[in-house]
């Protein structure tokens, strides 16, 4: 629970310590003293935007730390654990800093923190219901809100939400990859037969060249035949000498002379090396004509073979050695096609299991918000009836809602209905209700769910606006109820109210010639005493006046 409050320049505070307790503790005050600028500052701590009007003027900036007693909230200890933010005095302080440039600054007990981490936390330690709560209560989605809250079913809702989001995403993604379905299939079909084309014509390694330069000697093989015959010709049986018969001569004359010079012996040895090279290539030569045969049909068959592989690189635009790469890469993207193909088939299997969870998801909810439904509605109607609304009868209608869409707030639609007054039908609750009966069936609403909330401090900020008379003294006495088993903080105009406190703080405004502030007492037994007077009375206090709340304040002792 909120245990303590200091307030420092904010909007007209100066400085306001407040210390607060169990129960129900009541803040009054005169109109425009400021009543609700303490809810106001403590709603700041809580994570609400904060802006460079919330600085008192002159100063230079607002200081807002709250300290909650989180013993009772294992929830809160738990988040606050798991973010290394834990104490050992089982309390956490939330801090707001807001400067009067506008920046703003959020503490968890003392380490900085994000205005999510303020908004989350908070969440768990308090929560605060305003005088225009009611206006809210107009829209459907809050009336799911409140059932959910009612039927302890928060977060399976959100498990419910989330399970639609990831049928919707897993939709899409299937149906993104099945709109590229038909261009990816006739993109395999292309891919399958050019494959085919490049499997039939069946490249090997290094064939290309081989054939090139098979082509090559069987399209000049009468000049190679001429060529090679004339280089043995001259080598060794030409008419007028040949090489052979030249190096066998010059090797006699040097022999012949190695007796009168020994510096002629390595020409000698280079010319007889030259004959037997000489030698060797005419054998070479001849050994080559022996073999070689000039085929055409063979030379056809090459060229047949060779314009085959032009034909296909030229249909695909590259170079004829490029083939082998490209067959590949078709290989490459072929595969990748197919595997998308695959996670088509996935994606389905994944749709089916997703949808399977939501269902499953969304039944248990449908189940638990039927039966809760019914306990809310006899719950609300009786105290809208206590509540001067002595013929009202509150309905909660459920209406389904188609499964095939996976509606992320579960298979139905939930809403209020009311009927103001005995044997009419019940109607939408934006359609029938007044100002006045909005008021009281949102207290209804807020009372009973309350009651069922873990979060065990609430704050009422005037929700009791257009309520008088008897009534106001059964407002009262739900929210002295509700302070029994934790902690209320209601601000209120109404002495009925006021008199039901556990303790009361009263808000006054103190002037002088420069400034304006508020201040906040807390009221010892005379003060309630004459402030509950003033309350029922005016300023001007009456004995009558005095009697009166002397009686209303011994009647809740």
């Known amino acids: 629970m909120l245990i303590h409050l200091a307030v420092n320049n904010y909007a007209i505070v100066d400085h306001l310590d407040i210390e607060l307790s169990s129960g129900m503790t009541v803040i009054s005050g005169e109109t425009g003293a400021g009543k609700s600028i303490m809810l106001d500052a403590l709603a700041l701590t809580l994570g609400d935007r904060a802006d460079s009007g919330a ?3 002159g100063a230079d900036k607002a200081d807002i730390l709250a300290t909650f007693d989180v013993r009772q909230i294992p929830e809160a200890q738990q988040w606050l654990a798991e973010r290394d933010l834990d104490t050992d005095q089982q309390q956490v302080i939330l801090r707001r800093v807001i400067t009067a440039e506008g920046r703003s600054r959020g503490y968890i007990n003392g380490s900085p923190c994000p205005q999510q981490d303020l908004k989350a936390l908070g969440e768990l330690l308090i929560d605060i219901h305003s005088q225009h709560e009611h206006q809210s209560l107009l829209k459907t989605d809050t009336h799911r809100r409140l059932l959910d809250e009612y039927a302890g079913a928060v977060e399976l809702a959100r498990q419910v939400q989330l399970a639609a989001q990831r049928c919707r995403q897993t939709e899409q993604a299937l149906q993104r990859a099945s709109t590229l379905g038909d261009e990816q299939q006739a993109r395999q079909q292309l891919l399958s037969y050019q494959l085919e084309e490049l499997d039939n014509l069946a490249l090997q390694d290094g064939e290309l060249d081989s054939l090139e330069s098979e082509q090559r000697q069987l399209a000049n093989a009468e000049q190679i035949v001429h060529n090679c015959q004339q280089v043995i010709d001259l080598c060794r049986e030409s008419d007028s000498g040949s090489v052979l018969q030249a190096l066998n001569a010059s090797l006699g004359r040097l022999t012949a002379l190695a007796e009168h010079s020994r510096h002629l012996g390595e020409a000698h040895a280079l010319l007889a090396s030259a004959q037997i090279q000489v030698e060797e290539a005419v054998g070479e030569l001849s050994r080559y004509l022996d073999h070689f045969e000039a085929d055409p049909q063979r030379q056809q068959q090459v060229e047949e073979r060779l314009g085959s592989i032009y034909e296909l690189a030229r249909k695909h635009r590259i170079q004829p050695q490029q083939l082998a790469a490209l067959q590949q890469q078709m290989l490459d993207e072929l595969d990748s096609l197919q595997q998308q193909d695959a996670d088509i088939e996935r994606l389905g299997e994944e749709l089916a299991a997703y949808r399977q969870h939501y269902q499953q998801l969304a039944q248990q909810l449908s189940g638990i918000r039927s039966e809760a439904a019914a306990r809310l509605a006899a719950a609300v109607t009786e105290e809208i009836q206590r509540l001067g609304m002595p013929g009202g009868r509150i309905e909660i209608s459920l209406q389904e809602l188609a499964a095939d869409n996976h509606p992320p707030q579960g298979l139905e ?10 044997g009419q039908p019940a109607k939408p609750l934006a359609k029938v209700a007044s100002g006045g009966e909005l008021s009281r069936i949102s207290l209804g609403i807020q009372v009973i769910t309350a009651q069922t909330s873990r979060v065990p401090s609430l704050v009422f900020d005037e929700v009791d606006v257009g309520i008088g008379g008897p009534t106001a003294e059964i407002v009262g006495q739900l929210l002295r109820r509700l302070g029994n088993r934790g902690q209320v903080i209601t601000v209120t105009h109404l002495p009925q109210v006021a008199a039901q406190g556990h303790q009361h703080l009263f808000v006054r405004k103190e002037q002088d010639k ?22 029922l009375g005016g300023i001007d206090l009456t004995e009558e006046s005095l009697a009166h709340a002397r009686k209303l304040l011994a009647v809740s002792a």
């Open 55 to 57: 600085v008192r003027p």
């Open 413 to 422: 639609s939930v809403e209020f209905m009311v009927s103001a007054n005995p």
């Open 514 to 535: 420069n400034s304006t502030r508020t201040c906040i007492d807390k009221l010892d037994t005379d003060g309630r005493i004459k402030e509950v007077a003033r309350m």
